[in-house]
């Protein structure tokens, strides 16, 4: 009977195991996100939408959210900074405590609206697209994400919902809105530097991390016995931390001659470690500097090799004979040689390489989503 029991219970667990290693998940998953954009794409257009926008193409949609050097385009984007703006500030007091019910209250419903828009905004940009996936995985689309989940992970997790605040990411895009690459360039060149100096100043951490458990069980070893406070190295080490770190929260402090002189020590070494890794990072900065200089003078050198500037001399050259009276020659062939014509072939005259651009013409279908 036991056996019997035990051998059905292993072919249920076999059966089970089989069907979920044979399920199809990516065509549940394209169910789901089609019947949610279905959802979606009817609550957007059918009812949400003003009436004079709810014939908007696919090409008038893509313009508006990610042509930013629109009118309408930017008027979306600026709109939308202000919104985030609003949302994060509504979060901030959805937090405090004492407010009376109905504020948080009003609160929450605010916040929850927000979310909703968010969401279908976020609808938008990836049904406009003929590659939603690529903008999905980009780094803007990672941050819409991350910007909406936590919202929704609040229902199951209260605690979840201050990380709304994560929103505020979007607000990156405000470089490219008012066309501030400048900026954009100053931040790459300083996180380049930042990379260069990731691994020396990890080696630093390691070593103040080191110094940091043998000052506390030095401290330990010394005041366990007369200082409550220092009862285990653990709090030694903390101790420890907050000193060198020049912190001072001064919840604990030394009380025999001998703590209080190791603890002098600690604090003038902490001013030195303090300036270790900004030396490290100054010095990075300025090679990165150096090697952008160079990079950038390289590319002018060769780009001078390739397209050679002309010589003064054949300017002044050129000049001199373009001056001089044409010869009977030169005047009689002119008549019969046809004037040159600007070849349509040209490199300068050819079009960009077109990027995919929504059709004009298409209307709304919730499955093209993915």
């Known amino acids: 009977m036991i056996k019997r029991l035990l051998n059905l219970i292993s072919d249920t667990f076999k059966r089970f195991i089989d069907w979920i290693t044979h399920v199809d998940y990516r065509h549940i998953f394209l169910d789901i996100a089609n019947f949610i954009g279905d959802i979606m794409h009817r609550a957007l257009f059918d009812l949400l939408l003003p009436k004079k926008y709810r014939t908007l193409t696919k090409q008038e949609i893509f313009t508006i959210i990610f042509k930013s050097d629109t009118p309408r385009g930017k008027k979306f984007d600026i709109w939308l900074l202000i919104l985030i703006g609003l949302n994060v500030m509504v979060i901030?007091?959805?937090?405090?405590?004492?407010?009376?019910?109905?504020?948080?209250?009003?609160?929450?419903?605010?916040?929850?609206?927000?979310?909703?828009?968010?969401?279908?905004?976020?609808?938008?940009?990836?049904?406009?697209?003929?590659?939603?996936?690529?903008?999905?995985?980009?780094?803007?689309?990672?941050?819409?994400?991350?910007?909406?989940?936590?919202?929704?992970?609040?229902?199951?997790?209260?605690?979840a919902s201050t990380l709304s605040v994560l929103r505020l990411m979007r607000v990156l895009r405000i470089f490219r809105?008012?066309?501030?690459?400048?900026?954009?360039?100053?931040?790459?060149?300083?996180?380049?530097?930042?990379?260069?100096?990731?691994?020396?100043?990890?080696?630093?951490?390691?070593?103040?991390?080191?110094?940091?458990?043998?000052?506390?069980?030095?401290?330990?070893?010394?005041?366990?016995?007369?200082?409550?406070?220092?009862?285990?190295?653990?709090?030694?080490?903390?101790?420890?931390?907050?000193?060198?770190?020049?912190?001072g929260y001064g919840d604990i402090a030394p009380v025999t001659a001998t703590g209080q002189f190791i603890s002098m020590i600690v604090m003038l070494l902490g001013y030195s470690i303090i300036a270790v890794p900004t030396g490290i990072v100054a010095g990075d900065t300025i090679e990165e500097y150096r090697n952008q200089h160079e990079r950038k003078r390289?590319?002018?050198?060769?780009?001078?090799?390739?397209?050679?500037?002309?010589?003064?001399?054949?300017?002044?050259?050129?000049?001199?004979?373009?001056?001089?009276?044409?010869?009977?020659?030169?005047?009689?062939?002119?008549?019969?040689?046809?004037?040159?014509?600007?070849?349509?072939?040209?490199?300068?005259?050819?079009?960009?390489?077109?990027?995919?651009?929504?059709?004009?013409?298409?209307?709304?279908?919730?499955?093209?989503?993915?």
């Open 92 to 159: 901030m007091l959805e937090s405090v405590s004492d407010a009376p019910k109905w504020f948080t209250l009003s609160m929450n419903i605010i916040g929850w609206l927000f979310t909703l828009l968010f969401t279908f905004e976020f609808y938008l940009r990836i049904y406009c697209l003929e590659h939603p996936r690529k903008y999905i995985v980009s780094l803007f689309g990672i941050i819409d994400i991350i910007s909406i989940f936590p919202a929704y992970l609040s229902i199951f997790l209260p605690a």
């Open 177 to 247: 809105i008012f066309r501030m690459e400048r900026f954009i360039e100053e931040s790459r060149f300083l996180i380049n530097a930042l990379r260069r100096s990731a691994t020396k100043i990890l080696v630093f951490m390691l070593f103040v991390f080191i110094m940091a458990v043998i000052l506390g069980a030095t401290m330990y070893g010394i005041e366990g016995e007369k200082n409550p406070d220092i009862s285990s190295i653990p709090r030694g080490v903390y101790w420890a931390v907050v000193t060198i770190t020049t912190v």
């Open 298 to 370: 390289q590319h002018r050198k060769r780009r001078n090799e390739l397209h050679p500037e002309p010589d003064e001399d054949k300017e002044e050259a050129d000049s001199h004979s373009s001056n001089q009276v044409p010869s009977e020659d030169s005047q009689s062939s002119s008549p019969d040689s046809p004037a040159e014509e600007e070849n349509d072939d040209s490199p300068m005259l050819k079009p960009r390489s077109k990027q995919w651009n929504p059709d004009p013409g298409a209307k709304a279908n919730p499955e093209d989503l993915l």
